[in-house]
């Protein structure tokens, strides 16, 4: 009695499970966070799976000689990396932040002084708004993922339409960087994210190709199912490539090797893309060298 109180009335969200994955308690909070919990009622499927946006702690222990389980839930984004979220990630924007806004401020000096090209220097400072507004398009974004916000979609998303668009997208700016875009992907793939966050994934890897592979690589988005039944979306170019060490820093926010400095970009987009494939319960890698190109792969739970 004082257990289940204690379970009920829990500012957490918990939920107690016998070894049928039926709900044999769960608190107000629980209920409230996820949908489909009822006393008696097996558990969705989802919840032990980390699907849902939320993340499991689950404690076993043994009751009258059954084993049940202490489910934990916690919404993704406000355990650790929301601690980081806080620590380094606001320290990092400023800085970023800081930067076009001072070379707006010296622009807007500039246009002062008298004799000066005012014309030019609004366009000028037009542009540095411009990436000011991307990059807090891309923060808003990316917190928006972390606070839990839905990647993986109810249904099975048709891969190829999808990619399809996205490329048909950024062909225009492809063929001023000389960079060839290429698609291999069976029609009837699909997989369970939000074409929305699939398009994104898309758009970012495409994009990264036109602006560093370099003039004359051919990229390449390719879908594949793997044999453990898993979808690998990769995309992979073979252009001038990374050194190996920065291989795993590329998914690091703001982290953009020495040689890309000179071009515009904040450094979100690999971030933003393993933070879309790890909320879908998969994982990313990068693999290449320097003069070797550049392959992107994300691996989806099939
Ligand atoms: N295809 C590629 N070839 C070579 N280097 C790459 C490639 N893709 C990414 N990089 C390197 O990885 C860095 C991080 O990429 P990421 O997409 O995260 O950020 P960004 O492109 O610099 O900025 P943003 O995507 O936020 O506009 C880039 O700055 C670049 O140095
Ligand atoms: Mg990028």
Redesign the pocket.
Known sequence: MRARALVEESREAVVVLDDQDRVVLASRRARQTVEGIREGARAPAALLTGGLGVVPLVVPYEVDGRTERLVYLSREGDLAAYEELRAGFTAAVSHELRTPLARLLTLLETAALPGEDVLGLVEQAQREVEQIT?LID?ILFLSELESGARVVALGPTAVRPVLEEALAELRERAERAGVELRLECEPDLTVRVRPRMLRVIAL?LA???I???GSGAAFTLSVTRAPDGSIVLSGR?N????EEAELPR?FERF???D??RAS????????IVKHVVTQAGGHVEARGGRGE??EIRCAFPG
């Open positions: 991307e891309e970012n994009e990264n190709a602006r560093y592979a170019d252009g001038i490539g990374v590329l982290y953009r090797s040689r890309a515009r970009g904040t450094g979100l987009g690999l971030a190109g550049l």
